[in-house]
Each structure stands twice: as structure tokens, then as C-alpha cells.
């Protein structure tokens, strides 16, 4: 490598520290202007005409939120109608009706995952907590559970949730980091998929089998446990973020918590429901079919494609959803109960809004960031250096994310700068090898869990815990799915 490839990369380094250093500082700035005033930084010291710079932090921010933002937006309601109208408490208790206390376990975790399709990570757990409460205090009463039940039957939750914002689309960090890599959307998904399962399974029912019975003293509050499971409105904490990160993502830091009203929610088809979470990953695995196997100019490939479309496809899914909520609101009404009237729901889908519009600023930085990376050639360096290092791409992404998410609190800020960093290394992307980055990209944002990422202390505070049982449960099981993330796409990396 050139001297200059050196001075590219050593400028790539103080950007990175520098980054880290405006989010933990006494200053705390936001991690959508510190990216912003890094890619400033990094640009005039790489050499990078003024002008062009600006050009390039404007196409970067403008061409990631873009090819993103419109679909996050609709993704984040979609998740509000599906928790309102019942939908999500209709696929839940219809998995653990009845079921023997051994398979519990599994079954919450098969909810948590059907349910973490369309949600981020704290709006699922909030929505699965009363159902965990009330299967957890019904085998206290039983009684013959070794360790505590909460337990139990929270990792399986927190494993399927995490996993799934972390390493599959349309979750605002696989849908950022397969956009920068230019991956294929239906490849990504089948891949996510195959990677997720037996990683929920291993970090979610099997270890909550082994760390339920050397916690069992963890439990609840009583009285949270009553609001949850037995009031007419079940108060539940919602983490209300306005500094260094963004609700929705298991990586964010919390400035402050509010205490909301959630209201029981009405009768919904069990059918109906699974279609409403279903309706935007079936149409985008549609297309991947299409692409594969039928004449994409025909009729049938071509409507297939258009829907299959990360926007369509959410958008489709949203229509349904309002369906289903008009369902549920007109079951209530016959049943002699009041059901959500157009003006609720419409105040309910603009309070989605406005919990991901930090998410949006810091993607937006994130790919400001990116397209400074390229423009100023450091892009160029990396790859060089890479290449001459024999660095795994795989790896190297996942590292990088993981240590960007556990130093600035933010695992989107992990998986957009990590995005940025990497992508050079696979040029125009689209094959196996660029699906598989985006998943380990996404699992190394949830490795290492802490006291600066919002979801620790919504698992800490939700199941009663200590730091020490907190660290067992919620930054162990994050560790796990990270790492397992990883194992899983250096596996299939064997085919790429």
C-alpha cells in the first residue's frame, strides 16, 4: 500500500474515535449530527473538494433515506395497527392455548418471532410481556418450574425479537445494510431465515433451560404483574429516546422513560392476524420466486416484482392491517364493547411516526457518511487494505458493528457505519456473499448488550432484575444471537 492508503486509513480511525467520542461525551451529541460533522471532518481531511462534499453528504443522506425511509414509516404503523387491533395478541395466545409447560418455552419464542416480523425490538416485548406474565404466573401457581418462569419464558422472547430486528428485513438496520450492499431482498430474507431459526432456538428456549434455574429469584413486580394481566388498561413503560439513539432498536440509549396507557385490545381472527404479519414477507419472498423462476416481462413476473417491492410490500401489508383493525373494531361493536373510532387510530399511526424519526435522522447520517467514505476515495484504502490483510468481509463486518454499537449505544449507528466501511469490499453486491453481510453486519449490532442500550434496561426493569441478572439474561442472550449470527452466515458463506 501507498503512503497515501495509510493516511486514508489513519483518517478513518480518528473519524471512528471521533464518533464514538461526540456520542459518550459530556456533550452527548445526537448520533444523527455527530455523523454529520464526521463525514464533514472526514471529507476535508481526505482532500475532498468543498463543494463535491457537500454534494456527497446531501446524495448520500437523500439516497439512503430514499431507498428506506418511506418503508420504515410504513413499517412502524403497520406494527401500530397490528398491536391495536388485537392481531398480535390473537397469534399469541392462540400458540400457547393449552400447551404443556415444557413446550412453553418454544411457543412463546414461536410467538415472539411471528410477532417480530413486522415489530422493533421494545414495541414487541411490551406487546408479549402481559402474555408472558399471565403464562408465567399460571406456572407459578402449578408450581414444579424449576428457577423462575419469568425467565423462562422472557429469553425465548428477547432471543426472537432481537434476532429478527438484527438480521432480517424490512427492520430499519437489514433494510439500511442490504441497500448500501446492494443485496438482493428475496436472497437476504431466505438467507435471514436460515440463519435466524436455529439461532433463536439455541440462544432462546434451549438457554433459557439452562439460566432459568440459576435465577430463581427473578420475578416482577406484583402490582406490574396485576396491571398487565388482569386490568381493564394495562399500564406499561414505554422507552422514550431523545439523545444518542432511537426507540425501535435494541442498541439505543434511553433518556428518559414515560408511563403509557395500552389498551386491551380487541377480538381479531387468529387467521386474519397471521395474514396481516405475513402479508409484507410473503410478497417479497413472491418476488424472489419470480425473479427465479418466471419471465419478469410477462404479466404475472412483472406484478409479482412490483409487489414484491420493499415499499409495496409494507404498504400492502399496512392496507391489510387497517382491514383487520376495522375487523376487530366491528367484532367489538357486536359484542356490546366500543371499538377504535378513525380519529383514534389515526392518532395512534402519527405516535408510530414519531418514535422512528431518530431512526431516520441517524440512517440518513449513517449514509451521509458512506458516500464521503467513497467519494473521498477511503473506500479505495479499505478495500486495499483488506485485500492485502486476507480479512474475512464477513467477520470484518460483524466486528466492526459490534464494537461501533457496544462503544456508542446505538446498534443503528453500528449497522450504518459498518455499512459504509465494508461496502467497498464486494463491489456492486447483489450475490450470496452480500446477503450474508448484511446478516452478520445486523447480528454484530446486537452483540454486548449493556447499561447504554435502551433494550437492557426495558428487560431489567420489565422482569425485576438486578445488573448481575440483567447481564445474564439480556446481554448473554444478545451475545448469543450475535455470535451465533455470525457462525451461521460463515457457514453458508461456504457456497457463496
Known sequence: MTAHTWWLLLILTVAIAALIYLINSRLRVHPFVALILVSVGTGIAAGEPAAKLAESIEEGAGGTLGDVGVTLALGAMLGRLLSDSGATDAIARALVARAEPRRLPWLVGAAAFVIGVPMFFEVGLIVLLPLIFSVARRMEEQGGTKGSPYVLLGVPAIASLSTLHGMLPPHPGPLTAMTGLHADLGLTLGVGIVCAVPTVILAGPVYARWIAPRLPDVAPDAELVAQFTGAERQPATAVATTGAGAPGAPGDVPDSQASVEVPRRTGVPTGLAVAAVLVPVVLMLLRTLAETVLDESSGLGAALVFAGEPLVAMLAGFVFALGVTMVGSARAARSGHS???????????????????????????????????????IG?????????????????????????????????????????????????????EASLLVVAIGAGSLGLNYVNHAGFWLVKESFGMDLTQATKTQTAVQTLVSVLGLVMALLLSVFA
Open 380 to 432: 479505495d484504502a479499505i478495500a486495499s487494505a483488506a485485500e492485502g490483510a486476507h480479512i474475512n468481509v464477513i467477520l470484518l463486518g460483524w466486528l466492526i458493528a459490534l464494537l461501533l454499537s457496544l462503544t456508542t449505544g446505538s446498534a443503528t449507528v453500528g449497522i450504518v457505519s459498518a455499512t459504509g466501511i465494508v461496502a467497498p469490499l464486494i463491489g456492486d453486491g447483489g450475490g450470496l
Open 339 to 377: 371499538g377504535r373510532t378513525g380519529e383514534e387510530t389515526r392518532a395512534s399511526l402519527t405516535d408510530s411516526l414519531k418514535s422512528i424519526a431518530a431512526i431516520l435522522l441517524i440512517i440518513g447520517g449513517g449514509g451521509a457518511f458512506k458516500q464521503v467514505l467513497q467519494d473521498s476515495g
